[in-house]
Structure formats: C-alpha cells, structure tokens
Nanobody, 122 residues
C-alpha cells in the first residue's frame, strides 16, 4: 500500500489547511486510516483516526478544530484543520492499518506516508 499525503504548507495562526492522503490499493475500504504528527524534538503522536466503518478518535488537543473524513470510492482520507495554532506545527503523516486497534497501538504495523509539513506562524 502506498500512501501519498498532500496539502501541507505555511499558514497564519487561526487559519485552515486541508490535508489529503491518497492510497494506492483497492483494499482501502477495509483499512483503518489515521493522521499522526511529529514536531521537532517530540515523539510522533496521534492526531485523528477513522475506522473502516467510520468510528473516529481525536487527540484532545485537536478536538473541535480538526475533522477527519474518508471516501472509500476515492481511496482518500482528509484532515480538515481549522483554527490552527503555532503548536500544530509539525510533519503530518498518514497511516493505514488493518484495524483501528492496530493503528492506534502499534508504531511498527501498517503503512506510513512520507509526511507533509504544516507550519503555523504566530
């Protein structure tokens, strides 16, 4: 499975960005998908995840500001990011895994995209 992220960039605080992750395989519909991020000097952390049937998890820090969604017909998952803050600055990675549990619990399972940089200026 190949995952290709896009949509990152530079935005001012309070602004919005929409990240996209396109998957290469038709098995996308059965996969759990997630967005992680890693800021310099920090560990990679979960941002949001969505199961194959639409169960969603968000990190507390993004609840009410970010929205994850997916379209199985397009093998794509999105992350709509509103009210961005400088602390949201990080490289954002897309991940696919066979289940939501595995996606959330294992760094080594599943597939990762190459990452896209999001920079929020104050």
């Amino acid at each position: 499975v190949q995952l290709v992220e896009s949509g990152g960039g530079l935005v001012q605080a309070g602004g919005s960005l929409r990240l996209s992750c396109a998957a290469s395989r038709s098995t996308f519909s059965g996969a759990a998908m997630g967005w992680y991020r890693q800021a310099p000097g920090n560990q990679r952390e979960l941002v949001a995840a969505i199961s194959s049937i639409g169960v969603i998890n968000y990190a507390e820090s993004v609840k009410g500001r970010f929205t994850i969604s997916r379209d199985n017909t397009k093998s794509t998952v999105w992350l709509q990011m509103n009210s961005l803050k400088p602390e949201d600055t990080a490289i954002y990675y897309c991940k696919a895994d066979s289940s939501l549990r595995r996606l959330l619990s294992s760094e080594t399972s599943g597939f990762w995209g190459q990452g896209t940089q999001v920079t929020v200026s104050s």
